[in-house]
Structure formats: structure tokens, C-alpha cells
């Protein structure tokens, strides 16, 4: 059974390297890395942690590859090129709507990925923005077949107490527990964000 999780962290207190981390571990200890997925709710917000990422990699940027893919960069009928690469990017940062076509038109190379333990895990970052655009922007409901891919999904962020993030990804279909039989790991007493870091 996956355990899907959130993370609850101020803005600027390492969200990120919840993503960075593994595949740095992961490449250092000669473990395979595969791919990671990380959704953004906005399109500007791709470049920024494109680069930010590669930054962060430094002299492994070589060894460790960061891509993106808007929405038009996904054709309906065709599944992106670097989805069918054996040489698949470390990571893979999405838009929102990038991210819910890649859902509803090649869920099957996803869950081929995952199957193949390939696709390890699937990051969804500002997940409040989902309760502020849940009626102007209808991609978020595209959001519900994430369970479906078959790998872990870790929703973050920085402002969204722990008993609504629950609700939500039980929105979103991501088997979880209730707050008593789910493990919380507190980071800090004082976490403005709730009880804890994940589920």
C-alpha cells in the first residue's frame, strides 16, 4: 500500500529539498535514481525552479538532469519524447495543466514508469492554491486520478494546516489515514503550519 504524505513547511524553510535530496542520495550511494515528478500551480513559477534546481546540483547537473514540460508542450495523441527516453531526467518539473493532460492523455506511460520502477514519486507544491482556484481553475480537478499513477504523491505547503491538507488528499483520492492512525513528525512546536511535517 502507498503511503502518500504532506509536507508542511514555511515558505523558505527547504519545501524543495524534499525532492533534491533523494536523487542526490540516491545518485551518491549508486542507487538508481529515476525520475521524480514535481507540479507547480504556475506556468512562471517552471523556469525559476528549473534553474534554481540545476543550481542546487552543481557540478552532478551533468550526471543528474532537471527538465520541464508546459501544457503545450504535451501533444494528445503523442507522449512526450522525454517520457519515452531511456535516459529519463532526474526531475520533472510540470504546470499545473501540464500536469493534468499528462493524467488524462498518457496515464499508461506513467503507470509503464511506475511500474517499472522508474517514476519513484510525484510532488504537488502550493496545494493551498487548490482551496483559493478550486472553481477558476477546473485542471485541479484533473488532480484526482494522481492515485491512479501508482507512486507515492507528497503534497506540500507552506501555509495549509495538516487537518485540511488530510482533506484534501483524500479529495484527491490519495489513500490516507486519519490523523490518529497517521505518524506526524514535528519539526518544531511552534510549526505556524500545524501539528507536523508529513502523514
Known amino acids: 500500500v502507498l503511503r502518500h504524505s504532506y509536507v508542511g513547511l514555511p515558505c523558505g524553510h527547504g519545501k524543495s529539498m524534499s525532492w533534491m535530496v533523494p536523487i542526490v542520495a540516491s545518485f551518491l550511494a549508486g542507487r538508481h535514481v529515476g525520475l521524480r515528478i514535481v507540479v507547480l500551480p504556475y506556468n512562471f513559477l517552471l523556469g525559476h525552479m528549473v534553474d534554481r534546481a540545476r543550481s542546487q546540483l552543481g557540478v552532478l547537473h551533468d550526471r543528474l538532469t532537471v527538465e ?30 501540464g500536469a493534468v493532460k499528462l493524467l488524462q492523455k498518457h496515464m499508461d506511460r506513467l503507470q509503464k514508469l511506475a511500474k517499472d520502477n522508474l517514476l519513484k514519486t510525484i510532488y504537488v507544491d502550493e496545494i493551498q492554491q487548490f482551496l483559493c482556484e ?12 494522481l492515485g491512479r499513477v501508482g507512486v507515492q504523491v507528497l503534497c506540500l505547503s507552506g501555509s495549509l494546516p495538516t487537518s485540511m491538507a488530510m482533506q484534501l ?5 490519495l489513500r490516507i489515514g486519519t490523523l490518529q492512525e497517521s505518524t506526524v ?9 500545524g501539528t507536523g511535517f508529513s502523514l
Open 68 to 97: 520541464f514540460l508546459s501544457s503545450g508542450d504535451i501533444d494528445d495523441a503523442v507522449v512526450p519524447s522525454i517520457l519515452m527516453d531511456h535516459d529519463l531526467p532526474s526531475l520533472l518539473f510540470l504546470n499545473l495543466d
Open 134 to 145: 478550486y472553481s477558476l481553475r477546473t485542471p485541479y480537478q484533473g488532480l484526482r486520478e
Open 169 to 173: 488528499m483524500a479529495y484527491f483520492r
Open 185 to 193: 513528525d514535528v519539526i518544531d512546536g511552534l510549526d505556524p503550519v
